[in-house]
């Protein structure tokens, strides 16, 4: 003889609400890691790019010169 029972329907509507949540927290970690990849790959193409352009100013205006990033007045190191 087989015995079967059910929930109560509060019952099912709680484990259904509670599992759909879950899943939604789930998916919206995936979709963070994915942004954030995103946005760790474009830190590196900007390090990259200021890499080079710091690299042509160094050619351009020496080693031991210092850029002021505010107003781009180029001074030279002091040798302490």
Known sequence: M?????????ELDQI???N?????????????EIQKHTVLMAMD???????SIE???M???????VINMK???I???EDK
């Open 16 to 18: 259904q609400q509670a």
């Open 45 to 51: 193409s900007l390090r990259e790019k200021f890499s």
């Open 59 to 65: 050619d351009k205006y020496g080693k031991d010169a």
């Open 75 to 77: 001074t030279k190191k």
């Open 20 to 32: 759909s949540e879950y899943t939604r927290m789930k998916v919206t970690i995936a979709d963070l």
């Open 55 to 57: 690299k042509d100013l």
């Open 2 to 10: 087989e015995y079967t029972r059910k929930l109560t329907q509060e």
């Open 71 to 73: 107003t781009g007045e």
